[in-house]
């Protein structure tokens, strides 16, 4: 389910109603923790959260025209997705996230390399989700991308 919107506002004014609550609540929880840099866009055509140009200019090495992303909230067909490219790039926070993951839900964890999938919108885990949110900062976040991704 891909959503045509322009502003994170008007994404989720598109969703379906049994899904607006869950994704308004996943992104207020996002915006509220994340550590002060990071900017909120619409971004691969999801809600987005960036590390803005006039923070690192280089942006993305797959578009230097885009900002660099760090996580994103889609509204997919069979569950809503949290993309949180941290997790991908640094083992520690990935081991960190999967280990506490059971102390928040009885449902076993259905990720990828980044994507936290959420089936059933009555049981994510928004108060793990904040604390994910503060572990990197802007330049936490570029110095690991730079490190593990990035290839020049």
């Known amino acids: 389910m891909t959503i045509d919107a322009k502003t994170p506002d008007e994404y989720i004014e598109k969703l379906p109603v049994e899904r607006k609550e869950a994704v308004t609540k996943l992104r207020d929880t996002v915006k509220n923790n994340l550590p002060k840099g990071f900017e909120e866009c619409i971004s691969y055509k999801m809600i987005g959260f960036v590390v803005p140009h ?7 090495h797959c578009d230097p025209k885009l900002p660099l992303p760090f996580i994103n909230i889609a509204s997919q067909k069979n569950f809503i997705a949290l993309y949180h490219s941290g997790i ?20 076993k964890l259905d990720m990828g390399k980044s ?3 959420f089936k059933n ?15 990197m900062t802007p330049q936490e976040w570029i110095a690991r991308y ?7």
Do not use: M
């Open 54 to 60: 006039t923070l690192y200019p280089d942006g993305y």
């Open 88 to 107: 991908y790039a640094d083992t520690k926070l990935h081991d960190w996230f999967v280990g506490a993951y059971p102390k928040h839900v009885k449902t």
């Open 115 to 117: 994507c936290i999938r």
């Open 121 to 135: 919108t009555n049981t994510i885990p928004y108060e793990l989700i904040a604390e994910l949110c503060q572990k």
């Open 146 to 152: 730079e490190k593990n991704i990035k290839r020049s």
